[in-house]
């Protein structure tokens, strides 16, 4: 049974950067072909893309987080990182952590239970 968990600070102030983990079990992040993403949920809105690692340790943005955003992997931890640069308000949310398969399309089999994040001074 793949599992993942998602850990790190639950409150950040503005302009500072935000890392969480995600701790994966019962699965290698070196497994081909998946990759382990990360999504987030602002307050009353729909889920948002953020970006992955692949198997192979390539990395992919959403376009409108790209320059903010920063995806790693500790291959010996078993561990995906994600870090949020220069945050604000807005990026208060809910952060999963997700295995990314592929059959022709993307598809998201195994989730974290998310973390809540809140930005504020």
């Known amino acids: 049974q793949v599992q993942l968990q998602e850990s790190g600070p639950g409150l950040v102030k503005p302009s500072q950067t935000l890392s969480l983990t995600c701790t994966v079990s019962?699965?290698?992040?070196?497994?081909?072909?998946?990759?382990w993403g990360w999504i987030r949920q602002p307050p009353g809105k729909g889920l948002e893309w953020m970006g992955a690692t692949t198997y192979g340790g390539s990395t992919h943005y959403s376009p409108s987080l790209k320059s903010r955003t920063s995806i790693s992997r500790d291959t010996s931890k078993n561990q995906v990182t994600l870090q949020l640069s220069a945050v604000i308000p807005e990026d208060t949310a809910v952060y999963y952590c997700?295995?990314?398969?592929?059959?022709?399309?993307?598809?998201?089999?195994?989730w974290g239970q998310g973390t809540q994040v809140t930005v504020s001074s």
């Open positions: 997700a295995r990314v398969g592929w059959k022709g399309t993307y598809y998201l089999d195994y």
């Open positions: 019962g699965d290698s992040i070196t497994t081909y072909p998946y990759s």
